[in-house]
């Protein structure tokens, strides 16, 4: 059993111990290695002004894979075998990369807090793509924010990089010699722990299942951390960690997705980057939704299970998880079972896990040729925003009358849930403006929306009304085109 991290940062080897092992990643830069080009601002995963990149092997395991993450809401222990860059690793021999070059011949930055954060991101795209198109650059950059630039001259930036030289993090930082280091270090399970204030924290993050589940059984109460977007964010606002924490990040037997007769199977750390390219064939009204969900540097990380688990009323996935009867595969030491996600919750943050059970994979049926899905999220702003409702509504069709109909509903009760009085009366009718009329009138009586800051409980209840006479519009050009 290893008792330290081994990881790079700008190509140095470090091996990091103790409390340093619970630290965000953001700190530890900035306190531990003095790379203060790493701002911190929000510290939510909203601003971008902390974006790295991070390298990982990759599936190959001949290079490795970077994309950019927010570094306030990484913590450390999630970083064994990974090679992170810094807007300063950018920079070889006084010479500045593509990107930083272009931002200062374009006046990309004005105060210059948020640039190191737009530089990293958008040469995390020139990892993936030979050129920037305005299109892309505005949907890549949504996790960076600007207040002073208007980001015109940023976007300018972007595009002035098509032709130039750039140096990918392959030939300024040699892969081989990472990967060596990593293979030596060995697949041990990695224990690691501290005492802060008189509280002794343990962070464990083994290479199997079979470890993690014999870990869980000794430790049912162990916070489960996988993306750690949500207790990142919890712990940056608390300034506390959980004083034991069982980590996923090394437990490659949890990021599969295939499609297998009709259904996806997603392992439970399968990030929301990898389902939405998934899905932009398999369910693209969903990816239309996943393309909103957080942002680049959020979809990187954030895991479908997270999602899941954290029991969110207005959780972005959940709805169309719901009506599309997604199956959830828990497992202990004790066995797997397995349980449809509309009798997972049983309250607010209530959820049908037993101690020591943990959420391994999520099977989701997908939706046939001549089914009807719309998918809808309703917040303040188009990206990087929380949901103030959202709703999913699966119809099949029997000539003119609804032979099945799921709806689901977001923010309008303490979980996401069934409209079951709606589709019961919906089933046999015909598919008319009058009939979804009076499917909302029936579901507004379903709902117990309350008042907070995202809309009131009448605002919601509108909404209610109002996405069952949208799908009604939607659905019509699709069935005639039927």
């Given at each position: 059993m290893r008792d330290h991290l081994l990881l790079f940062i700008n190509g140095e080897q470090r091996e990091v111990r103790g409390g340093d092992a619970f630290l965000s990643l953001s700190d530890y830069l900035r306190l531990r290695c003095g790379l203060v080009g790493t701002k911190i601002v929000c510290s939510e995963g909203d601003c971008g002004a902390?974006?790295?990149?991070?390298?990982?092997?990759?599936?190959?395991?001949?290079?490795?894979?970077?994309?950019?993450v927010d570094s306030c809401i990484q913590f450390m222990f999630q970083l064994d075998g990974a090679h992170i860059v810094t807007v300063e690793g950018l920079r070889r021999d006084g010479t500045l990369n593509a990107v930083q070059q272009a931002m200062v011949d374009c006046h990309?930055?004005?105060?210059?807090?948020?640039?190191?954060?737009?530089?990293?991101?958008?040469?995390?795209?020139?990892?993936?793509?030979?050129?920037?198109?305005?299109?892309?650059?505005?949907?890549?950059?949504?996790?960076?924010?600007?207040?002073?630039?208007?980001?015109?001259?940023?976007?300018?930036?972007?595009?002035?990089?098509?032709?130039?030289?750039?140096?990918?993090?392959?030939?300024?930082?040699?892969?081989?010699?990472?990967?060596?280091?990593?293979?030596?270090?060995?697949d041990d399970e990695l224990r690691l722990e501290t005492t802060s204030f008189g509280v002794q924290h343990i962070a464990c993050s083994p290479r199997t299942l079979e470890e993690a589940?014999?870990?869980?059984?000794?430790?049912?109460?162990?916070?489960?951390?996988?993306?750690a977007t949500d207790i990142g964010v919890?712990?940056?606002?608390?300034?506390?960690?959980?004083?034991?924490?069982?980590?996923?990040?090394?437990?490659?037997?949890?990021?599969?997705?295939?499609?297998?007769?009709?259904?996806?199977?997603?392992?439970?750390?399968?990030?929301?980057?990898?389902?939405?390219?998934?899905?932009?064939?398999?369910?693209?009204?969903f990816a239309s939704i996943l393309q909103l969900f957080g942002a680049p540097q959020i979809r990187n990380v954030g895991t479908i299970?997270?999602?899941?688990?954290?029991?969110?009323?207005?959780?972005?996935?959940?709805?169309?998880?719901?009506?599309?009867?997604?199956?959830?595969?828990?497992?202990?030491?004790?066995?797997?079972?397995?349980?449809?996600?509309?009798?997972?919750?049983h309250g607010y943050k209530k959820l049908e896990l037993k101690p020591g059970e943990l959420i391994i994979e999520v099977r989701i049926p997908l939706p046939a040729e001549r089914e009807l899905l719309q998918l809808y999220k309703v917040s303040r702003r188009r990206d990087l925003d929380i949901s103030g409702f959202t709703a999913a509504v699966r119809m099949q069709l029997d000539g003119d009358a609804i032979k099945q109909a799921s709806i689901a509903f977001g923010a309008v009760g303490p979980t996401v849930?069934?409209?079951?009085?709606?589709?019961?009366?919906?089933?046999?009718?015909?598919?008319?403006?009058?009939?979804?009329?009076?499917?909302?009138?029936?579901?507004?009586n379903e709902v117990t929306p309350i008042d907070d800051v995202r809309g009131s409980a009448e605002?919601?209840?509108?909404?209610?009304?109002?996405?069952?006479l949208k799908f009604y519009h939607q659905t019509q050009s699709q069935l005639a085109a039927v």
């Open positions: 902390c974006t790295t990149l991070i390298g990982r092997p990759a599936a190959s395991r001949q290079q490795l894979d970077y994309k950019p990309g930055s004005q105060c210059g807090f948020c640039t190191p954060g737009f530089v990293m991101a958008m040469t995390g795209m020139l990892e993936r793509q030979d050129s920037l198109d305005e299109p892309s650059l505005r949907s890549e950059l949504t996790g960076n924010l600007c207040r002073c630039t208007g980001y015109t001259p940023i976007i300018d930036s972007g595009l002035k990089c098509n032709g130039a030289d750039h140096q990918r993090l392959a030939q300024l930082y040699p892969s081989a010699p990472m990967l060596a280091a990593f293979a030596g270090a060995g589940l014999d870990f869980l059984a000794m430790q049912p109460t162990a916070t489960i951390v996988a993306g919890r712990a940056n606002k608390a300034h506390r960690l959980p004083p034991v924490i069982l980590d996923l990040n090394r437990i490659k037997e949890l990021e599969a997705v295939a499609v297998e007769n009709g259904i996806l199977r997603c392992g439970a750390r399968a990030s929301w980057t990898t389902l939405l390219a998934a899905f932009r064939q398999a369910a693209p009204a299970a997270g999602n899941i688990a954290n029991a969110s009323p207005i959780a972005d996935s959940l709805p169309f998880l719901f009506v599309m009867e997604a199956v959830l595969v828990l497992a202990s030491k004790s066995g797997r079972r397995e349980v449809n996600i509309n009798q997972f919750y849930m069934r409209a079951r009085q709606t589709e019961r009366f919906l089933v046999g009718e015909p598919l008319t403006l009058e009939t979804m009329q009076t499917a909302g009138d029936i579901a507004v605002y919601r209840r509108q909404l209610t009304r109002n996405v069952l």
